[in-house]
């Protein structure tokens, strides 16, 4: 055999491999690709997204396509092998093994894994660029495809099983929920955080988010009008819920802009106060947050007093509240513990026992268990089964808690500690 022609039959063994490695890595940039980016792109007239789409909502003939040429060029050059060897060393049994294996490892290494690794690594972008050959394969060799096909076809519906109704099942809320949160830079983080808040208000209802009775800040319209007076001034809140002796039941609601209003025409009076009440909003406790966002637009409400099965009044929740869960706290006027709520230098922090777990939670990077009381002073006291005395100390999800001072049936402080890190064995 000459110089030239083992040569030139090297250069094709060359080219064989470098076609190989091209489907292969076609094969996982397609199949890898981010089909909503695509989507994207598409929608902007992006004719490669166009055209890389089209492919992907018929999988059955862009892999035949790609495995037709990938076994008929893997197959090419293990043939051209034997005969390179063949004519090299003739019939020698042992030269035609030691050139499988080289051919072998050859494919595994330059036309397989190096190129589907590559391809995975970039598929969004290599996509793009494969979609417009691979069109036109399969166009030029269409009834050898739709031929080969027919047999995969059958022998699937032998085994029942059916690839496009799985194809076209939706992402859950977990599966958002996770791209969402490894979308890295392509989403700033707030935007991301605000999404992930979203996907949990169905999970969140409002009794978690809540203002607790005892914290509601009110009126009783059977004080002395002085007193009255000095609330309505020192109130934080333009919208006040009314009493009439008894603070277990609601008889309105007052907006201080109305009262503002009518008290410029007219000097003040209790009486009057309660023509402009508004009527009150009651929602049970274990309405989804989501579902209250869309009752407070349909009813055109803003605040809604919070009831249990008995209708018994456990707190008020407002827009804002709800708004506060998807994007953060509000800078007010209103003073809030929670906002100067961070550990000191000895790792401790002193917490009212009326706070609410979740926000202990995001604010100090605990993890206490938000499925049974919502407060600190509920779970103290499920999980003591008693109240306790002061200087009782326990641990809750592995936070050390410390009763400071316990009132009238209930916890009004406590001191958390800073959990520790687990220990690593050696």
């Known amino acids: 055999m000459s110089d030239l022609t083992l040569t030139l039959q090297a250069l094709a063994l060359v080219v064989l491999l470098v076609l190989s490695g091209c489907f292969s890595m076609s094969e996982t940039v397609m199949m890898a690709a981010n089909r909503y980016r695509l989507r994207s792109l598409a929608s902007q007239d992006h004719r490669g997204a166009i ?205 201080q802009r109305r009262l503002l209003s009518d008290t410029l025409d007219q000097a003040f009076d209790v009486e009057r106060i309660r023509g402009l009440l508004a009527r009150p909003y009651y929602v049970p406790a274990d309405t989804p947050l989501y579902s209250q966002l869309q009752f407070f637009q349909e009813n055109q409400q803003r605040l809604a007093f919070v009831v249990d099965e008995y209708g018994e009044l456990l707190g008020l929740i407002t827009l804002e509240d709800i708004i506060e869960e998807l994007i953060g706290k509000f800078t007010t006027s209103t003073p809030d513990a929670a906002d100067r709520m961070s550990w000191n230098e000895d790792g401790s922090v002193l917490v009212d026992g009326s706070a609410n777990l979740r926000e202990l939670n995001r604010r100090l990077g605990l993890d206490l268990p938000t499925d049974g009381p919502k407060t600190l002073n509920g779970l103290i006291l499920e999980f003591l089964q008693d109240i306790p005395e002061t200087g009782v100390s326990m641990k809750i999800a592995d936070t050390p808690v410390e009763v400071v001072q316990t009132e009238d049936r209930m916890i009004r402080t406590a001191r958390l500690y800073r959990p520790l890190a687990p220990q690593t064995p050696h």
């Open 51 to 255: 055209l890389a789409l089209d492919l992907l909502a018929h999988t059955d003939r862009l892999l035949g396509v790609i495995l037709l040429f990938n076994n008929l060029v893997n197959t090419a050059a293990a043939t051209l092998v034997s005969v390179i060897t063949m004519e090299l060393f003739g019939d020698e049994r042992w030269a035609l093994g030691v050139a499988t294996l080289l051919v072998t490892f050859a494919i595994l290494v330059f036309a397989e894994i190096t190129p589907k690794v590559i391809g995975a690594t970039y598929a969004d972008r290599l996509a793009l660029f494969f979609a417009y050959p691979l069109t036109a394969l399969l166009r030029v060799f269409y009834f050898a495809v739709w031929f080969i096909n027919l047999f995969s076809s059958a022998l699937l519906k032998l085994m029942r099983l059916n690839p496009k109704k799985d194809a076209d099942a939706g992402l859950s809320v977990d599966e958002l929920r996770a791209m969402v949160a490894e979308s890295g830079h392509y989403i700033p983080h707030k935007h991301r955080s605000i999404l992930l808040n979203l996907f949990d208000l169905e999970d969140i209802t409002v009794e978690d988010v809540m203002t607790p009775r005892g914290a509601i800040e009110g009126i009783d319209l059977s004080d002395p009008e002085a007193e009255i007076r000095h609330q309505i001034a020192t109130s934080f809140h333009t919208r006040l819920a009314v009493h009439d002796g008894d603070s277990e039941h609601v008889i309105g609601v007052l907006h």
